[in-house]
Structures are given as structure tokens and as C-alpha cells.
């Protein structure tokens, strides 16, 4: 089995997946969180920020990429070829509001012509290979055999379903059924990603699916960050957070903002401990640096750790 480490906005960044491959190892391919490429043609410091040159790292990243102009898309896979990477990923499954309400997204799939237009004029010309990662549908999953009609119509590098639909966001089962119909008599490798937070669900999958060769993680890497490196223990967890929080310090250039972008990972993090309730209503109240890491290692330091996070998101 491979594993990716799914695209999350807002945690897995440039910074946090260079410590994460530092401190973590056994994850095959880190994904990375869309870019947005817009008519400007250029990428702001952010964006070139988070597209490092892929020889920069020792491991494999894949640039993901959102939005409907053909041209712009082809421009972005252009930068991405330039910067060195060997695949983009198309985003066809975020339910965000305003991603949607622009046919962005998972909003792609609520107008299937326009996606097969979409998706020949990218495959014509893309001067990468293209992977894809998509949802089931947008209100309900009734054009799922079409779309997968039509993505099998084109040369798609690898396609990763989160067998939900948009409307359900990150929330309830996944659709097993809706999974199987895209892996039989797929013609490119399918990737699985929904609610896998441990190796046990991923060897499940593995059983399930013989045909399926890769998992992508979200949250339950986010949540148990040692998971595929035999389980995360206490000084690693240490170290991984304390250069975590110190880098953001020095990239967002504020202390304020690191607390911030700490406290997401803390969001999925505070599963693996036991009784952490009072510390936990601290740290998301905490505004000031040094109190907030004081409550991170109070809580690393002194709380029992469970084998696997409670899932609470
Ligand atoms: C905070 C957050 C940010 C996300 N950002 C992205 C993104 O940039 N691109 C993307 O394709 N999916 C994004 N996703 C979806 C995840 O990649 C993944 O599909 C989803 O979390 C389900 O997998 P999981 O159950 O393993 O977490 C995001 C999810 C969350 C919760």
C-alpha cells in the first residue's frame, strides 16, 4: 500500500511537510493544498513560497491545483514543471461556499459537460501528467456513473475518490458503494480517501478494494502525525510541534499568526490525549506565545497518550 498525505488547507503547508517528512517518516507522497491560479499570471510571495523547488526536499510533493479556466490551469502546470514537479493534482471535491458558488472545486461536477470540456482541453495540452482528486457528486451522487464515464475518457494518472458528496462536507460515512463502481474496471489507479485514522482502516481498505494501491490521510495523520512511522511518541511529538511553532514564528514573521496556525493542528492533535479538556480550553483561549507552548508541553509532557487519537472532529 502507498500512502499520501492528503491536501489540507491551513496545515499542511511547505513548512509543516518538511517537518513532518523530518520527524515522520513513511508517507509516499505529501499532497499539497490547492493554488488558485488567477488571469494576473503571477504567483503572489506566498504562493511561490509554497511551491519550493521539488528537488529542495527529500521527498515526493504533488502541486494541486483549483479552478475552471482552462488557460490559467495550463499556465499553473506549466509554473509547476518549471519548479520541477513530475504531477499535478486537479482539485474536483472542495465543498467549500465560496470555491462552489464560483463552478470551482466539487462545484465542477454539478455541470458534467462543462467538466468533460474542462478536462479535454487540460489533457490536450497539460505538459504534465494530470492526477485528479474528486467527490461523488455535488447535492446527490445520481451522476457519478457519468462522471466517471467521462473521466475515464482521458489519460488520468491516478484518481483519488472522497466518496462523499459536496453537500456533506467532511461529515458521515463515506459512500463504499459509490467507491466500488470507481474501481471496477477503472482503467487508471484509484486512490482511496475518507475517515482512514489508523493502519488498521487502511489495511481494511487494502482487503476490500485488492485492487487499490494507494490511501490518502487527512485528518488522522494530522491527528497521530507518527501513524505510518510506527505511532507517535512523546519526544518526537515535542520536537516535531517545538520546530513547527519556532518556523512559523520566522515565516509568518508573528507569533500571533503561528498560534493560530498551531492551534488548527492542535484541533486534530488533542485526540491523543487522555483528560486534556481543562488544558485544551486554555490553549484555544491563549493569545500569548509563550503560555500557549507552555500549555503544548504541559499537555505532551504530562497527559497518558492513548495508542490511537479519539476522533472528536
Ligand atoms: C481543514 C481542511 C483543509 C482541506 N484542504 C484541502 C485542499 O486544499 N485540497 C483538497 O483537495 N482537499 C482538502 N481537504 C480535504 C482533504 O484532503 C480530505 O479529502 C478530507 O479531509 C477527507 O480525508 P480524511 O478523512 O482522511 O481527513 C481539506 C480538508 C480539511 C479538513
Known sequence: MR?????????????????????????????MPFLSPTIHRTLTHREARELPRADSVDFVAVPQLLGKNVEDMLWAIGVCADQGYDEVNIN????????????????????????????DAIYAKAVLPVSLKTRIGVNDSENWEKILEIYRDYPVKELTVHPRIRKAFYKGDCDMAAFARAV????????????????????SIAAQFPAVESVMIGRGLVADPGMLAGGTDRDTLKAFLNELSDTYCRVFESKRNAIYRMKDNWHYLIGLFEGSEKLWKEMRKSTDYDRFMAIANEIIETLPMRDHPEIIW
Do not use: Q
Open 92 to 119: 474536483l471535491g472542495c465543498p467549500s461556499g465560496t470555491v462552489v458558488s464560483k463552478g470551482k472545486g466539487s462545484g465542477m461536477l454539478s455541470d458534467i459537460f462543462a467538466l468533460d470540456a474542462f478536462l
Open 3 to 31: 500512502y499520501y498525505y492528503a491536501p489540507m488547507e491551513g496545515i499542511t503547508d511547505a513548512t509543516f511537510r518538511r517537518l513532518h517528512a523530518k520527524y515522520f517518516p513513511g508517507v509516499d507522497r505529501y499532497f
Open 184 to 203: 471496477e474496471g477503472s482503467p487508471f489507479p484509484v486512490c482511496y480517501n475518507g475517515n482512514v485514522t489508523s493502519i488498521a482502516d487502511a489495511e
